[in-house]
């Protein structure tokens, strides 16, 4: 059964401060992993997606890696805003049906 | 570019009604959406899959006959519950699927807010 997790369930951070998001995957066939971010009432917008062959990706202040061979993810947020606080979806895909974390929420306070 | 619209954003219905909410790509076509359902607190699962002209694909536990699901068009799906009970209030959202470069992407409308009283 394809599964995603991901860790720490939630986290508070001081605005200005950085931190990682980790996320573990068992899909396969594996075709690529995104992270979304997913504002209270919204829906969820993409920040970043890698395929098998990247091992890191930078969007603004986000930075992702990817580990295929562990099949590991992290998530770095760097220099936090108050208007990074939401929930932040590890999704990992095998070519067609995607596969969901449950997320991490992610609270920064001034 | 890439943009999914889902009208409307909240409803409110009595418990026995119906409710229609739609799901739009505005600025591509979509052979492929799919509809999910999120609970609070927890991640977005998905009901089913809905092929342009063809019935959709419901996942295991999710009843056809609740959840009717028409994708008309390549632009436009709409989800109908009906005779919504309380246990579906719940948060839907839609999402649109298209093939970029050797990746198939889904992006994702801004979800509907069902209330059943």
Redesign the interface.
């Given at each position: 059964k394809n599964q995603v997790e991901q860790s720490p369930q939630s986290l508070i951070i001081l605005e200005g401060k950085n931190c990682t998001l980790q996320c573990n995957y068992t899909v396969s066939p594996f075709?690529?992993l995104r992270w979304?971010k997913q504002d209270t009432?919204?829906?969820?917008?993409?920040l970043t997606?890698m395929?098998f062959s990247e091992n890191t990706k930078s969007n603004g202040r986000y930075t992702a890696t990817l580990d295929a061979d562990t099949k590991q993810s992290s998530l770095h947020i760097t220099a936090s805003q108050l208007s990074d606080s939401a929930s932040y979806?590890c999704v990992v895909?095998d070519?067609?049906?995607?596969s969901?974390?449950?997320?991490t929420?992610v609270t920064v306070r001034a | 570019g890439a943009v999914v619209s889902q009208h409307p954003s909240r409803v409110i219905c009595k418990s026995g009604t119906s409710v229609k909410i739609e799901c739009r790509s505005l600025d591509f076509q979509a052979t492929t959406m799919f509809w999910y359902r999120q609970f609070p607190k927890q991640s977005l699962m998905l009901m089913a899959t809905s092929n342009e002209g063809s019935k959709a694909t419901y996942e295991q536990g999710v009843e056809k006959d609740k959840f009717l699901i028409n994708h008309a068009s390549l632009t436009l799906s709409t989800l109908t519950v009906t005779s919504a009970h309380p246990e579906d209030s719940s948060f839907y959202i839609c999402s649109a699927g298209r093939t970029v470069g050797f990746a198939y992407e889904q992006y994702f409308g801004p979800g509907t807010r069902l209330t059943v009283t």
């Open positions: 075709s690529n979304y009432g919204r829906g969820p917008v993409s997606i395929t979806i895909s070519d067609y049906k995607l969901f974390g449950a997320g929420t | -």
